[in-house]
């Protein structure tokens, strides 16, 4: 009996501990703030698609011909095809198969990496003067992008900090340690194709002209809500 009042005590005293130090959490004094940061950063990848099809050439150059040309184009302006070219749809060359087996090799789709933008633009060069048109920029990233983004998180919180120091200097206070970090907002802008470039100039006047491409820069936003101690 004596044992089990112990317990009972013992369990009383840890529920009112509970409830007397959230209530001291929830009561105390605190200045709520958001802190935003951001960076725009050149992209260092460029993901190309590369469309390979029989009847763009009416048929009068296979397919297994045009990769060759291609890679050997690829190999002489400088590009790893082993580590930057890869084929995006393994099924994509036989896709027709159950048609006709003269359509086994109709299509085929790669995709190849470059690291700049003047690469980019002598890859689309290269591939016309081969009659290789289907192209078109995928997606662009850049290798280090999640260290950015940790940069952009921890510049944001510090700004949150600014602002609380000198909102609460303003009325005679001060604060004390963070009781609250949350992630709000955060925008990863120009990742897609569709608004991450345009064609300074898009025609040619000669087939020797290369494609001048200007990249629009990867931008990071993010905002931070901080809550710190009000002294």
């Known amino acids: ?67 060759r040309k291609m890679t050997e184009m690829f190999q002489g302006i400088g590009i790893d095809v082993k580590k930057d070219l890869t084929v995006n749809d393994m099924l994509s060359s036989y896709k027709r198969k159950i048609l006709a087996k003269s359509d086994i090799l109709l299509y085929k789709e790669y995709q190849l990496a470059v690291n700049d933008a003047k690469t980019a633009g002598k890859v689309f060069s290269e591939l016309e003067k ?22 952009i998180k921890i510049n944001a919180i510090k700004a949150a900090k600014d602002k609380a120091e000198y909102l609460t200097k303003a009325v005679n206070q001060s604060i004390g340690r963070a009781i609250l970090i949350q992630e709000l907002n955060r925008y990863d802008l120009n990742l897609n194709a569709n608004t991450s470039y345009r064609y300074a100039a898009r025609a040619y006047d000669s087939i020797d002209k290369e494609i001048d491409i200007d990249f629009e820069k990867i931008k990071l936003e993010y905002s931070i809500l901080v809550r710190f101690e009000l002294k």
Do not use: C, W
């Open 130 to 151: 081969i009659d290789i048109s289907n192209v078109s920029i995928d997606r662009v990233d850049h290798s280090k992008i999640e260290e950015f983004r940790r940069e």
């Open 1 to 67: 009996m004596k044992q089990l009042l112990t317990l009972i005590f013992v369990l009383l005293t840890i529920s009112m501990f509970a409830q007397t130090g959230e209530k001291n959490f929830i009561d105390q004094n605190y200045i709520e703030v958001t802190g935003k940061a951001e960076i725009q950063i050149t992209p260092d990848l460029i993901y190309l698609k590369i469309v390979l099809n029989e009847r763009d050439s009416k048929n009068k150059i296979s397919i297994t011909e045009l990769e």
